[in-house]
């Protein structure tokens, strides 16, 4: 199985259009150094051919343009995504459904409580039906599978996170609103666990964690106030659904736990000190053999 990181970054992106951080800044003089990050999303492949797109950013033609292996290779009209997943409703994961309007009809499968949204609060569905439309398939919580995509099987583990802010759910939670994902190649055995927005550590999630040889996961905020201290917002992580990498039950923390795999942070804020390759706190997850994801990363399990 082969995995893409298309873009590592949160939403808005690294740097963020309208910020001034220290690591925006620094990025765009050239006194940080640090790579720029476009929003996140993964693509995931048996063949090397036909493709899973996991979540849909904003970013994504220029994540196609990146990616040769997503571009028209067998017709004149074509495409390597053959069906689009996606993990939630935020705008950073959904709105790039808009850009693959010119295309054929997309298999999406989401759950039930993203459908939701994207059938009202945030109407993409509708909206597409007068281009390319879609056709949604539910992704409850039996394994399945993807036609046109061997071999490899997706297990949906509801995740305790936040449905976005324009959603109804975002004060009523539903399960489904947030889910991770167990991505299985069912020859190698390997699987990977993927969840980019993931606000506690479950049952369920440390089950799917242990599962994995390779984690893929929450790597938003170093700390849980890092956007109030920076003076950007007034939202802790937790009120975002996100798991801060500092703190007795912080995600660094829970990797230790987790043992002997490979970790990844994906979807790493801007105002993340671990975006500065020199930076201490970067130097930190080395020591705990944890590596920070990047646009083009290719992992092979
Ligand atoms: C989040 O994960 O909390 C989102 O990136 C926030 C956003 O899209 O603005
Ligand atoms: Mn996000
Ligand atoms: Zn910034």
Redesign the pocket.
């Known amino acids: 199985m082969k995995i893409i990181v298309l873009g590592s970054a949160?939403?808005?992106g690294f740097p963020q259009w309208n910020c001034n951080c220290r690591n925006c800044a620094g990025v765009r003089k050239g006194t940080v150094r640090a790579t720029p990050r476009t929003?996140s999303s993964i693509a995931v492949s048996s063949n090397g051919d036909d493709w899973v797109l996991i979540n849909a950013s904003p970013d994504i033609l220029a994540q196609i343009r990146a990616t040769p292996a997503l571009q028209p290779a067998r017709a004149r009209r074509d495409s390597g995504i053959a069906a689009v997943m996606l993990l939630?409703a935020?705008?950073?994961?959904v709105t790039g459904l808009l850009m693959l309007r010119e295309g054929k009809r997309i298999p999406l499968y989401c759950t039930a409580s993203v459908w939701s949204d994207l059938t009202t609060a945030l109407p993409l569905a509708p909206v597409l039906s007068h281009y390319c439309g879609v056709a949604w398939h539910e992704l409850a919580l039996p394994p399945l599978q993807v036609p046109g995509i061997e071999h490899i099987r997706f297990t949906a583990i509801a995740l305790s996170s936040?449905a976005?802010?324009y959603s109804p759910h975002r004060q009523h939670p539903q399960t489904g609103d947030n889910i991770g994902l167990l991505i299985e190649d069912t020859v190698s055995g390997k699987a990977l666990f993927y969840a980019?927005?993931l606000g506690a550590l479950t049952g369920p999630v440390e089950a799917a964690m242990r599962a994995a040889d390779c984690l893929l996961v929450d790597g938003?905020f170093w700390h849980a106030d890092e956007m109030i201290e920076q003076e950007l917002s007034s939202k802790r992580a937790e009120d975002?659904?996100?798991l801060p990498q500092t703190g007795a039950q912080g995600m660094v923390a829970v990797l230790d736990a987790i043992g002997a795999r490979r970790k990844v942070l994906i979807?790493i804020?801007n105002t993340n000190p671990i975006l500065d390759e020199d930076s201490q706190q970067r130097a930190t997850l080395t020591k705990h053999g944890i590596e920070v994801a990047f646009d083009g990363m290719e992992i092979t399990l």
């Open positions: 949160a939403g808005g929003q939630d935020q705008i950073d994961h936040k976005p802010p980019p927005g938003t975002m659904g996100h979807h804020n």
